[in-house]
């Protein structure tokens, strides 16, 4: 660990006590861990590498946090990292985004509409309900059930063949719609690009083709080539990307031979498996096709107890009513839901992590013994912000600064957490995990606006209290791009930490990764002369994570990045060759046996060569926490 001493192991309980005690009084205690290199979480590439610095954190004051943020530190737990920006192979810039300027996309406000006709009770794309779509009805009138509805079981009369068309067309309709909200999950959750698909189109197998089928020809009604169109689409985005980085794709939809229609078939099987329990038709993949088969026991089971009743009244009729269904010759009312949403304070909660856990193995692939409670709790759960409570005098908001877990419950089930920290100049969003089977309504998204009306609605009760931190900015990594259609929003300057807008970032960033923002920063004058980033074209860069989504959401996201090996490699030749902050190290707070004392009161009490170094490496301390900063935490070798 860099900057610890012989002296500082020597630390006894009673200095411990101390340093403790003196927490609370409100001050940031730093351990410093110099430099990480490690493999990139983005470009996945072992040739390249990410470098970031480190800080441990015993505690860290609101105020002080939300000035590392600032200069484009992020925490993990109670870790804090800052990439170096000009030597790691994908550099990530702080984004932000001014609530009361924000203006919402077509998209974004779609997931707002979508959300409300769920809990309206006249969109269900997830779960089973009692409603089926009316087929002369309007598609957003109608309640769908989770990757099957009770239409699909229909007892429709024989003598009447204009019905029985209109309900297996009404059937392929469904079935498109749900395979398109698939595939847009998948895009959200990473496995596949980010880039616009074609429209799914779920077709009735003809007779003749069912004959030259070997197994079951009989039980074959629909099928799709989807998963074909989305291989051709994705090869030809390919060399379109001038950044290797973005090219690359998730192992679970690639082979040898680059994007395979066999392997994303089978991704979007795993994801419709639930179909033959909730209506009559079971999902398989067959050599890249997407094929839907009766499921005789579970329609004979569904049919001795349900009855749907189609409407044949006339469209203004049908559209007035929705969608109909009989259950003992009983029409059931649209069922509507409650959304509600908590906000409590940082803790361990045995019901989110097991939706974690679920959101991790489901959505990242991740292995059981890698989702643990500790690596949990220690990734989201512990924090080192310092709790300040209320104080009704107009400068804090009503729940307090510090770190909390916002809960997003439906019905009273619990369906997602935003993992959010709040801090006297903004909200910021540090990662959201959801219930995969709510991936239809994008949760990264429609997060993301609430958070951003949070901060509006909060502005009433603290005035400094105006913006909205989405974490990093990678312009070199596609999942990542959808943070900047949040607009208008910011990026942060890496070297003199300004903000400058997006709009004159964007063709900067198209041409090279690693730019100084600042030195074009007067161009801002001038921004109507820059190409103009379109609505256009930020939609094709939405997530929901995931990050996820993440986080995006990957709203699951670079917080994940790392649980580092702390070492440093430090020399000179790793400091910032321009524009550096030099400021004068004597007073930069020591914390040493429970004292604090300023280091050039402390150091002559070391032996030379250890003072040369602890000179060393409060220097490159300084350069990247900023002087003010350095002279106000403790820098601890405790």
């Known amino acids: 660990m860099a900057g610890k001493t012989k002296k500082s192991e020597a630390s006894s309980s009673s200095s411990r006590n101390s340093s403790r005690s003196s927490n609370h009084r409100g001050e940031s205690v730093v351990v410093d861990y110099g430099k990480n290199k490690s493999s990139c979480g983005y470009c996945k590439s072992s040739a390249r590498s990410s470098i970031s610095h480190g800080l441990g954190t015993q505690s860290i004051t609101i105020n002080d946090y939300q000035d590392l943020l600032d200069r484009g530190w992020r925490r993990s737990g109670c870790f804090l990292y800052k990439p170096e920006m000009e030597k790691t192979c994908c550099p990530a810039y702080t984004i932000r985004l001014k609530a009361g300027d924000f203006v919402p996309s077509k998209e974004q406000l779609r997931v707002s509409r979508r959300m409300q006709r769920f809990l309206e009770g006249t969109l269900d794309c997830k779960r089973p309900v009692e409603s089926v779509e009316d087929p002369n009805a309007s598609k957003d009138t109608c309640s769908h059930t989770h990757l099957g509805v009770s239409s699909l079981a229909v007892k429709e009369s024989s003598s009447n063949n204009n019905v029985e068309k209109d309900g297996e067309e009404n059937i392929m309709r469904f079935l498109s719609d749900q395979v398109g909200n698939i595939v847009h999950a998948c895009s959200e959750s990473g496995e596949f690009p980010d880039i616009q698909f074609p429209k799914a189109s779920v077709k009735k197998v003809s007779q003749a083709k069912r004959k030259i089928l070997v197994e079951g020809p009989e039980d074959l009604l629909y099928s799709t080539n989807i998963a074909f169109q989305i291989a051709a689409t994705i090869k030809r985005s390919l060399p379109d990307q001038k950044d290797g980085n973005q090219g690359r794709l998730s192992r679970n939809i690639t082979d040898e031979n680059g ?71 009983e029409n059931t009312q649209v069922k509507r839901r409650r959304l509600e949403i908590h906000l409590k304070r940082s803790s361990f909660d045995s019901e989110e992590y097991a939706l974690y856990r679920r959101y991790q193995m489901m959505v990242h692939n991740d292995t059981p013994d890698h989702v643990t409670e500790s690596s949990y709790k220690r990734f989201l759960v512990d924090t080192p912000l310092i709790f300040v409570p209320p104080t009704g005098d107009g400068t804090v908001p009503p729940c307090g600064f510090g770190s909390f877990h916002q809960q997003y419950v439906i019905d009273g089930k619990l369906v997602a957490v935003g993992v959010i920290d709040i801090l006297p100049r903004c909200l910021s969003s540090k990662y959201l995990f959801w219930d995969p089977d709510f991936a239809f309504l994008s949760p990264g998204k429609y997060s993301a606006l609430q958070e951003i009306n949070w901060v509006k609605e909060n502005q009433a009760h603290c005035s400094t209290l105006q913006y909205y931190y989405l974490g990093y900015y990678i312009h070199s990594c596609s999942k990542m791009r959808y943070k900047a259609a949040y607009s208008p929003s910011e990026l942060l300057c890496p070297l003199r930490y300004q903000w400058v807008p997006f709009a004159i970032a964007k063709p900067l960033l198209d041409r090279k990764p690693y730019v100084v923002l600042s030195d074009f920063s007067t161009l801002q004058d001038r921004e109507s002369l820059l190409p103009h980033v379109s609505e256009d074209v930020m939609e094709v860069q939405h997530d929901d994570i995931g990050k996820e989504d993440t986080n995006d959401f990957l709203m699951y996201d670079d917080e994940g990045m790392m649980e580092p090996e702390y070492g440093s490699s430090d020399n000179e030749q790793h400091l910032p060759s321009v524009d550096v902050e030099d400021g004068d190290v004597n007073n930069i707070l020591i914390g040493l046996k429970g004292s604090r004392v300023k280091f050039k009161d402390l150091k002559f009490a070391f032996r030379p060569s250890e003072r040369s170094y602890l000179e060393f490496q409060l220097r490159r301390y300084m350069r990247v926490v900023g002087e003010a900063l350095a002279e106000r935490m403790v820098y601890s070798l405790e």
């Open 259 to 329: 994007p395979s229609p066999k392997l994303i078939a089978e991704k979007l099987e795993s994801f419709l498996n639930q179909l033959a329990k909730t209506s009559g038709l079971s999902v398989r993949a067959c050599n890249g096709h997407l094929n839907f088969y009766s499921a005789a026991k579970h329609a004979s089971a569904y049919e001795s107890s349900q009855t749907v009743s189609v409407s044949k009244g006339s469209a203004a009729s049908s559209e007035s009513k929705g969608c109909s269904l009989k259950n003992s010759s």
